[in-house]
């Protein structure tokens, strides 16, 4: 297959790697940071693309492709790496408080149902016997019994053992751009010179639009949106699996730590925890659970998430002959890493990129130049 390098080590790019790497490939990771580090680092492993209320058709069948892959993907990790990535697919639960939510989602399971999704209504009291740390004016909730979580922190040094075990290399604290000629790519140029590739895979997710050396046209367009997070110290098993409630999700960790995110905010490479956004979390966590607040906050961060204009991912081959594009998943990158890495490996490997047409970086050319049309018109 010949060599491979991939900028940015996050779980997209750790992910295409090792699969890149098992399937007889010589690949190099290069990174400006530790591995797994940025989003892969700050999510919470949320993997819930109906809970996630997905009306996209391409983007939503994609995610529920990668969703089905997750336990293989674990598991081919696991073996390689000896370190298990506590992938829970016991279900996600969306709580809801009033009559018009509990509507809505009674609505939504019809629609699931319909498209043979494994869902069920529950009652008030039914989900308080499941989760009985919700709130009184708790109304109903809808089990989503295929989604789950995984912990993606030890799968992000799970995949950076695995790469390691595998031979990939993974290069640290690089600034790097790539080097091309009028017609493909050629391999990257360091401060410790020029390394070449017969491909050249750009992962590095929010800051994917500032790898310099390519054609503009193969320069995604990617925002950063920051999400901010909290952690509170609880009794094991006191909430018992993923919960969404109007404002945040909790997403509770085998080690004690219940996860609560996240918020959505434009605000550059900013990446600051604030006072507000601690605010904003805890108000609508303690609105749902009040008997959450005698708990200790241990732990605030917040990551960039890589978003695009129209909300769908970037991946798959550019006009830049040998360069791919893996970037633009927004909140979906831990859900999505299975399916992106083997639809980029494929891409690679057998120059098969139709599955991802959807999510070309050709679709933004084609609403420039009918914009531009407009234009002169």
């Known amino acids: ?35 797994a580090r940025a989003a892969s680092w700050a999510g919470a492993g949320m993997l819930a693309p109906y809970t996630e209320r997905i009306t996209d058709e391409p983007l939503l069948a994609l995610c529920a492709a990668s969703l089905r892959e997750y336990p293989d993907f674990v598991a081919r990790i696991r073996d390689a790496s000896g370190i298990d990535a506590h992938l829970r697919l016991d279900g996600v639960l969306y709580a809801a408080f009033d009559a018009a939510e509990m509507n809505a989602l009674r609505r939504q399971a019809e629609a699931l149902q319909a498209r043979g999704v494994g869902c069920e209504p529950l009652d008030r009291s039914a989900v308080l016997t499941a989760e009985p740390w919700l709130g009184a004016s708790l109304t109903g909730g809808l089990l989503k019994r295929d989604e789950g979580q995984v912990d993606n922190r030890r799968l992000g040094r799970a995949l950076a053992a695995a790469c390691d075990a595998s031979g990939v290399r993974i290069e640290q604290n690089f600034s790097l751009e790539v080097e091309c000629d009028a017609r493909r790519v050629l391999g990257v140029r360091s401060d410790r010179g020029f390394n070449g590739a017969r491909a050249v895979v750009n992962a ?5 639009a500032q790898l310099h050396g390519v054609p503009r046209s193969c320069v995604p367009p990617i925002e950063p949106i920051k999400g901010q997070m909290i952690a509170l110290s609880v009794p094991s098993g006191f909430v018992r699996r993923a919960t969404w409630v109007p404002g945040a999700y909790l997403v509770p960790r085998d080690d004690g730590r219940l996860l609560i995110g996240a918020t959505v905010e434009s605000s550059g490479f900013d990446e600051r925890v604030t006072a507000e956004g601690v605010h904003a979390l805890l108000h609508s966590a303690l609105d749902a659970a009040p008997a959450l607040g005698s708990f200790t906050m241990t732990e605030s961060w917040s990551g960039l998430r890589p978003g695009t204009p129209d909300g769908r991912p970037i991946l798959g081959p550019s006009e830049l002959d040998g360069f791919f594009l893996a970037t633009g998943h927004y909140r979906n990158g831990i859900l999505l890493a299975p399916a992106t890495a083997r639809l980029i490996a494929d891409a690679i490997e057998r120059d098969e990129s139709s599955a991802l047409e959807s999510f070309s970086i050709a679709r933004f050319h084609t609403e420039d130049r009918a914009a531009q049309r407009i234009t002169h018109a």
């Open 1 to 35: 297959m010949g060599d491979v390098i991939v900028v940015g080590a996050g779980l997209i790019g750790l992910s295409i790697a090792f699969e890149l790497a098992q399937r007889g490939a010589a690949v190099r990771v290069y990174d400006r940071a530790e591995p």
């Open 204 to 208: 590095c997710g929010a800051w994917a």
